[in-house]
């Protein structure tokens, strides 16, 4: 075999080496991604139902039920256009309460998202931004609604 025959074997070989590693990273980095949906996009069938993934939204009001004598907690996230049913075995974040944007990370059992993790906002100003974007083009829609628009008040001159 000629030397330039070698080298050209010794180049193919790396290349390949290469793409592979390059495929089976990817492929990890695939596995490993964590999704965001809102309970909008999960009640529209867009979450995977095989695998992790977050949701986020705003504690429904009235939605928190603790179960007596186990750490098992049910509420509701809303983006205020759909409610998504939560349960949560554990022992959530201090700054946990109602009416307030969180962020959960699990699978769906049915209908109900089974959170492994819950994420609280850590002040009163923060909101985590996939919440605030999914939230705001709902309450933008909601402050756009015929019923909410204010009329102008009539031009100076005009009867």
Not at 89 to 96: C, E, I, Q, R
């Amino acid at each position: 075999m000629t030397p330039r025959r070698k080298r050209m074997i010794t180049v193919v070989a790396i290349l390949a080496g290469v793409g592979i590693a390059t495929a089976f990273a990817l492929q990890s980095f695939q596995k490993n991604l964590l999704y965001y949906y809102s309970p909008s996009q999960i009640q529209a069938g867009e979450a995977p139902s095989a695998r992790s993934f977050r949701v986020g939204g705003l504690v429904e009001n009235g939605s928190l039920k603790r179960e007596p004598g186990s750490l098992e907690v049910r509420f509701t996230l809303t983006d205020y256009a759909h409610q998504q049913s939560v349960s949560y075995t554990g022992v959530l974040p201090d700054l946990f309460r109602e009416g307030q944007g969180v962020i959960a990370r699990g699978k769906l059992d049915g209908n109900r998202f089974v959170a492994e993790e819950v994420l609280a906002k850590h002040d009163e100003n923060y909101m985590p931004p996939e919440v605030k974007d999914s939230l705001k083009g709902h309450m933008d829609a909601a402050n756009n609604s015929p019923s909410n628009v204010a009329t102008p008040p009539p031009a100076p001159g005009s009867t």
